[in-house]
């Protein structure tokens, strides 16, 4: 029974990792999908959120019903609260992807982004599908010190998102009000998925250590002058 139990434990793991994996996927292609305006590619994102949602459901099933059957206490008990928490996490990293893709189906044949911010938009995709990746690794190894560089990497998808704002802000911009808000709904929805592959890694942190990854001071090298 136990060897049945701590199986089911890494099989909840598994489809966390699975999640990940689609969700980044997911993010890249409906970048791909914007920029080109792709609706084929769009439509294919928008489909393809279900498996998605279909994973977070079968995973808080199964949680559940290791929680109701098994009642685990302490490491145990953490592992299933934390991955029902990650879940939720991957499964809106989801809809964010999902809602790029719906933007650019939206504007279809046209494209959502002006040329001039097209390099900037592409950047914060691919960072976007980075940081979920890692946060895929960081799932499968426990490795705490690259959970926490998640966080740091998550400065870049602030500085790029402050860069969109900069553009919308400049007096020489020309591309009327409807783009203005489409782009201002982009950088929210990757700004916005670069939080949830951090908050995974936290969780994760947190999972491994007991204590939750703001509380954690890093080591700080004593240099003799």
Request: aromatic share 4%.
């Amino acid at each position: 029974m136990r060897d049945a139990y701590h199986e089911e434990l890494d099989s909840i793991g598994e489809s966390l990792v699975e999640m990940a994996r689609l969700v980044g996927s997911a993010i890249g292609r409906a970048t791909t999908a914007m920029l080109d305006a792709d609706l084929k590619l769009a439509e294919s994102v928008i489909a393809s959120d279900q498996k998605v949602d279909d994973l977070q459901h079968d995973l808080e099933a199964r949680a559940i019903a290791l929680l109701a059957r098994q009642q685990p206490v302490a490491t145990d008990l953490r592992i299933v609260v934390t991955s029902l928490r990650m879940s939720a996490d991957l499964e809106r990293g989801g809809d964010l992807a999902q809602h790029v893709a719906k933007l650019a189906r939206l504007r279809f044949p046209e494209r959502a982004v002006p040329y001039d911010l097209h390099a900037t938009i592409l950047e914060m995709g691919q960072l976007a599908q980075r940081l979920m990746a890692k946060a895929a690794e960081v799932i499968i190894t426990k490795d705490v010190d690259l959970a926490m560089q998640l966080e740091q990497d998550d400065d870049d998808m602030d500085m790029l998102h402050r860069t969109l704002f900069t553009h919308l802000m400049d007096d020489r911009w020309r591309h009327g009000i409807e783009t203005a808000v489409d782009v201002t709904l982009l950088g929210r929805y990757y700004e916005r998925f670069a939080d949830h592959a951090v908050s995974v890694a936290k969780r994760v942190v947190y999972l491994v250590t007991g204590e939750h990854a703001d509380e954690i001071q890093p080591e700080i090298e004593v240099v003799s002058e």
